[in-house]
């Protein structure tokens, strides 16, 4: 526990809401401290809620999941800090890869529907696709998607490939392919199970929804704890980044007023479902952005990645030759 309970604000049930007391007992009436609790938008669900009184303190919350788990809400300026960390620590996120892809392919030899089954093929699907991993929360209040609170009606056969089409993060409309013939089968197989979810697991005789945590979860024991699957996301932006190179270029020899950097971003953002801005700034590496903004880097960029386009050659654990040249671009 990071708070301490004789100094922090508790949450208590009320009803459908909450109620807010300082460690004193008085009832927190401060509009402006109500208003601020209501921006750290702290999950209905946690119990055990602690809140920081410190406005600018670097752990403003923290409570336990409905796994018992404890979970933390930080500062805005320490998420700043954590993303310029998360693009530095990218390279040694993608020289991990390959190792715990081959191991996330072991484990879904097994048969039995596991938990360390179901978030194998959860991190292979979003190192795949760079799909938000999804939260309950969203889900029930807003009626928006993610990959672990998918549905089955979500999902559409379209011969050895498959579709999943939902409504995504701020509304927006998904249709992301899965094109490689064994993943798209696991889904499948993964589908056919009782219940609603895409993705359940068997334990104790029962049968469970997986979620976000789950899989944050297994990325921590069997990849780093440094890792989450946010990073799954950031990588693979940049990697649709530099896939997208020939075509972006090609566009702008058709109109020559377009600029680069916008233009590859706007592209990346369709990709992830984001708006360009939320894409720059959080998932594309900036060195990438810097090589791309060069003349002399980017026909070079463009060299190495068109001689390589035609590569057919599969990768089912090793990284790509395109994931070799991000590594090249972002060390």
């Known amino acids: 526990m990071a708070l301490s309970e004789n100094e922090a604000i508790r949450r208590c049930k009320r009803g459908r809401g909450f109620e807010y007391f300082y460690a004193t007992g008085n009832k927190v009436g401060c509009r402006r401290t109500l208003q601020r609790i209501k ?16 406005p600018s303190a670097r752990i403003q919350a923290e409570g336990l999941d409905r796994k018992h788990r404890r979970q933390y809400i930080y500062h805005p300026s320490w998420h700043e800090q954590q993303q310029q960390q998360k693009f530095s620590d990218m390279t040694d996120f993608g020289r991990c890869l390959p190792e715990f892809r081959q191991h996330c392919w072991q484990l879904l030899k097994r048969e039995q529907w596991t938990l360390k089954r179901s978030a194998a093929l959860a991190c ?3 190192d795949h696709t760079g799909l938000r991993a999804g939260n309950r929360q969203y889900t029930q209040s ?3 998607y993610g990959l672990t609170t998918l ?17 995504g993060k701020h509304h927006r409309e998904r249709d992301v392919v899965i094109d490689d013939p064994a993943l798209a089968d696991l889904v499948c197989e993964s589908a056919e199970k009782q ?21 944050n979860a297994f990325i ?3 990849l780093s704890d440094r890792f989450s699957c946010k990073d799954f996301r950031t990588w693979s932006a940049s990697r649709f980044a530099v896939h997208s190179l020939p075509v972006v270029n090609s566009s702008l020899q058709q109109n020559v007023r377009r600029k680069w950097s916008p233009t590859l971003t706007q592209h990346v953002a369709d990709m992830l479902g984001n708006t360009p801005q939320i894409c720059r700034k959080y998932y594309l590496h900036p ?7 060069s003349p002399r880097q980017r ?28 590594i090249q671009v972002i060390s």
């Not at 549905?151 to 409504?167: A, C, K, N």
């Not at 697991?201 to 899989?215: F, K």
């Open 299 to 326: 026909k070079q960029l463009l060299s190495e990645v068109g001689e390589i386009m035609h590569d057919k050659r599969g990768y089912k654990h090793a990284l790509s030759s395109l994931e070799k040249v991000l």
């Open 287 to 293: 060195k990438l952005i810097t090589a791309i903004e």
């Open 39 to 54: 921006r750290l938008v702290i999950p209905p669900q946690w119990q055990q809620v602690l809140i920081n009184p410190k």
């Open 142 to 144: 807003n009626q928006t």
């Open 151 to 167: 549905r089955r009606r979500h999902l559409h056969q379209e011969g050895d490939r498959i579709r999943l089409r939902f409504t």
């Open 124 to 126: 292979l699907l979003l």
């Open 195 to 215: 219940g609603y979810a895409l993705f359940r697991y068997q334990a104790d005789g029962h049968w469970h929804d997986i979620d976000s945590d789950d899989v």
């Open 220 to 222: 921590h024991t069997h």
